[in-house]
């Protein structure tokens, strides 16, 4: 996996290629929700960061797309994409994030921001734990009705990570010489909502909006993708608890700022700190 070669994408058939990935990766059945073509020539014409991983067969296997954005009258890159072929997986997608950040970097930016769904444990435990990102914005339903296999069935709530690439805590990340969230001052933080195994599934049993301690837990089943597909009205119940306790707590000035898994039982949580 480490000699997986990353190159820029510039050609139109390497364009076509990452549409190919995008219905193989995500499953779409609708052109609507794709990036197709003419934009990835525009984009990375003016300035869009496009990124290839490939194979021995120099078959591409995975991709990270990031457009240019403003934010408050800073430059920065939006992360649109980045996917990996299941086969594929395990290092691959973290390697196309490095490398996005070394291109960022020599481009002068300080600055990469994304979404990603805040029921996704694993992706979760990727954004914060391995990469150092931040959230302080929650966008309900922010795509509409999808039609990936992934995303079906509740709506598209989503958080913007933002990811400060130069910070000092993004480096202690990339370098694993940061404690994290185990660290002793926020083991002892409460949790803001109170869960149990019930039968197959992890739910929430009690919801706290009035915690005013300066860190407090969010906790969120893994396996959110299966809860989707075998009890979409208990995902939907999820979704919107978690709605509810993120929009609260980032109106009160707390932000995210790291992610626990602990996948043998089944659930993972977010550390929220206020400022």
């Known amino acids: 996996m480490a000699d997986t070669p990353i190159r820029d994408l510039t050609t139109i058939e390497e364009f076509r290629q990452v549409v190919d990935l995008e219905r193989a990766i995500w499953g779409y059945t609708d052109n609507a929700d794709m990036v197709g073509v003419p934009v990835f020539i525009f984009t990375v014409h003016r300035g869009a960061v496009l990124l290839g991983a490939f194979d021995a067969a120099d078959r591409m296997v995975g991709f990270a797309y990031a457009v240019v954005g403003m934010k408050g009258g800073q430059r920065l890159l939006w992360s649109h994409m980045t996917g990996v072929l299941p086969e594929h997986r395990g290092g691959l997608g973290y390697r196309l994030k490095r490398a996005q950040r070394d291109r960022a970097l020599a481009q002068g930016y300080e600055l990469i921001e994304w979404t990603f769904d805040p029921m996704q444990a694993m992706n979760a435990h990727f954004n914060f734990a391995k990469l150092g990102g931040v959230v302080t914005e929650y966008a309900a339903n922010f795509y509409g009705e999808s039609t990936s296999a992934l995303h079906r069935g509740t709506p598209t709530d989503r958080v913007v990570l933002s990811w400060h690439i130069g910070a000092p805590h993004v ?92 996948r043998d039982a089944g659930f993972g949580r977010y550390l929220l700190a206020r400022d």
């Open 171 to 262: 480096v202690r990340r990339l370098e694993a010489t940061g404690l994290g969230a185990r660290a002793h001052d926020v083991a002892k933080a409460p949790v803001a909502n109170r869960t149990a195994i019930d039968g197959e599934w992890l739910r929430n049993q009690h919801t706290n909006l009035d915690i005013t301690e300066r860190r407090l837990w969010i906790e969120i089943p893994t396996g959110f993708t299966e809860m989707q597909r075998n009890a979409p009205e208990l995902a939907l119940e999820w979704r919107l608890e978690l709605r509810e306790l993120f929009e609260t707590y980032l109106a009160k000035h707390y932000r995210a700022v790291d992610f626990v898994l602990q």
